[in-house]
């Protein structure tokens, strides 16, 4: 009989399965999102005639109803846009600080705050939660210059806004992820009047029915305010009734969001950031003060690297190397103060599209934590950011909270060419998941172009983390060779890789070959998200 009384228990294993996660293929067009609704929002604009740009909008919209916990029209957020025959073009619609943000309101307590970003922790965590955290809220100019610059102009405001007034009418489905979600912010939800009574029904977050479908859950004034955005026009937001809704909310709840910082809210197009990948594909990135400058330095180290035959310890090492080089380097001169550490966890949203002509366009876009600010302004049912946990509150460091200032983020949407044709993509995608993004843009483009994989293969392949520059988190899948040379180079963390705990960023990308093929795939463990086809 074998010995027990000194018996140590196994790591603990949350689930017990090989998930796979069904990717699409088409001719007509591919979108791939982290809310399978809103890829089929998506599907359905490009199946009327819209192209890639009107299908990411339509699709953007659907979000702030499907998914509100990633993304919506609260947020901020970054774009690519690759049209056939033409350079890549950014659309930026990223975070900035209201012009008269103050930043003695955010006194420090002297202690350091462990949340998303490792910070010193400020007086009542106003630059987390609640008003003080909002920053200007840019996604709906941002989808509005996509729509503008770049669509089609055959799919007009009441097509790429119907589907979202459908879903939010219908509401937020009432099932175990939604429970889940709600549940992970709930303590500062019912803080705020509005979130706790749409999210907190009787005080508790929204359960299912325990047999049977699940419900649908009203969000608000959120249907009305996107009834408005298209019948008087996206800039509505900005300059009209809703914008004089929003700062009427504002100036209620004391935040420093004004009337002059949404009538000068304009999203820009500007060029690409180009990344040479080993000289054989270009990287278009979005660059500025997201992940691309870091990338940039991963990829030039990781050039030098030879490329085994398969997967194997040395590269995984390898990577995590050039990872860990790269982080250091960020922290200390690009925005981040020196000494802060940030976490990883945000709740960003990805969505990828590519349609029948090969425009491929890649979108991240959030409210930065988990349901951002947690505050649902009730005059309008928008749930906005809490952009401001970009920012150092200690005063005088290169990423301090100023007027109009931009911070630095990990948003990271590319789009790939062979090298030395810039105006051809055969490959678009991004990730969410805070500073988990980079590691996971990085293997997705590595397995894909270095090792041949396909968007499901890589998709599928198991990958490390490298957040910073002193760990590596790795997927228990890896095996032990991979994970005992890991080990050899520093801290390691075998975790799995699952629902939640959330341990790897969730990536989604579509590949395009020679003859018009294109195949998408999103992340294997998000059970909501979906890739999907339009039909020929």
Aim: net charge negative.
């Amino acid at each position: 009989m074998p010995e027990l009384s000194a018996y140590v228990p196994p790591p603990h294993t949350s689930q017990h399965w090989n998930l796979t996660k069904p990717g699409a293929s088409g001719r007509r067009g591919i979108v791939a999102s982290q809310s399978r609704a809103a890829a089929e929002v998506g599907v359905a604009v490009l199946e009327a005639g819209g192209n890639a740009a009107d299908a990411a909008v339509a699709a953007a919209f659907a979000l702030a109803t499907a998914e509100p916990w990633n993304s919506g029209l609260g947020g901020i957020g970054f774009a690519i846009v690759h049209k056939p025959g033409a350079a890549p073009k950014v659309v930026d619609f990223g975070p900035v600080a209201p012009a008269g943000v103050d930043p003695s309101a955010y006194p420090l307590t002297g202690k350091w705050k462990q949340d998303l970003f490792a910070w010193p922790e400020v007086v009542g965590d106003v630059n987390i939660h609640g008003p003080l955290s909002f920053v200007i809220p840019s996604s709906v100019a941002g989808y509005d210059l996509l729509r503008t610059e770049f669509g089609s102009g055959r799919i007009g405001l009441d097509a790429l806004l119907g589907p979202a007034i459908a879903l939010a009418r219908r509401g937020l489905a009432q099932d175990w992820f939604t429970t889940l979600k709600v549940s992970a912010s709930a303590k500062v939800l019912r803080l705020y009047k509005e979130s706790a009574r749409i999210y907190l029904p009787d005080g508790l977050p929204p359960n299912p029915p325990y047999q049977g479908k699940p419900g649908f859950l009203q969000q608000g004034a959120l249907a009305e305010t996107l009834t408005r955005l298209r019948d008087h026009g996206l800039r509505d937001f900005y300059e009209g009734g809703l914008a004089a809704d929003l700062v009427a909310d504002f100036q209620a709840m004391g935040s420093a969001v004004g009337a002059a910082d949404l009538a000068g809210c304009r999203a820009v197009v500007r060029d690409a950031m180009p990344i040479d990948w080993r000289g054989t594909h270009t990287i278009h990135t979005a660059g500025g003060l997201t992940a691309a400058p870091t990338m940039a330095a991963v990829a030039k180290e990781m050039a030098g690297m030879p490329t085994p035959a398969g997967l194997d310890a040395a590269w995984y090492r390898g990577f995590a190397r050039a990872m860990r080089g790269g982080y250091a380097d960020r922290l200390a001169g690009l925005g981040a103060g020196e000494g802060a550490k940030e976490t990883a966890e945000t709740c960003t949203t990805h969505l990828t599209v590519c349609d029948g002509d090969g425009m491929m366009v890649t979108v991240t876009t959030t409210l930065l934590s988990s349901m951002g600010s947690r505050v649902v302004l009730p005059r309008t049912g928008v749930l906005m950011n809490n952009g401001m946990m970009w920012f150092d509150p200690q005063p005088g460091s290169a990423n301090a909270i100023r007027p109009g200032a931009r911070p630095l983020c990990n948003m990271s949407p590319v789009t790939v060419t062979r090298a030395g044709d810039d105006t051809n993509p055969i490959l678009a995608g991004g990730a969410s998941g805070g500073r988990r993004i980079l590691a996971s843009v990085m293997q997705m483009l590595a397995f894909q172009l270095d090792f041949g994989m396909g968007p499901e293969e890589a998709a599928h392949t198991p990958r490390i983390d490298v957040s910073g520059p002193d760990s590596v988190t790795a997927d228990r899948r890896l095996g032990d060779e991979v994970l005992g040379g890991l080990a050899q180079d520093g801290e390691l963390e075998v975790v799995e890789h699952a629902v939640l705990p959330v341990n790897f960023a969730c990536p989604n990308f579509i590949a395009r070959d020679a003859n018009g093929a294109a195949t998408g795939i999103t992340d294997v463990l998000s059970p909501w998200s979906a890739a999907l086809a339009a039909r020929a």
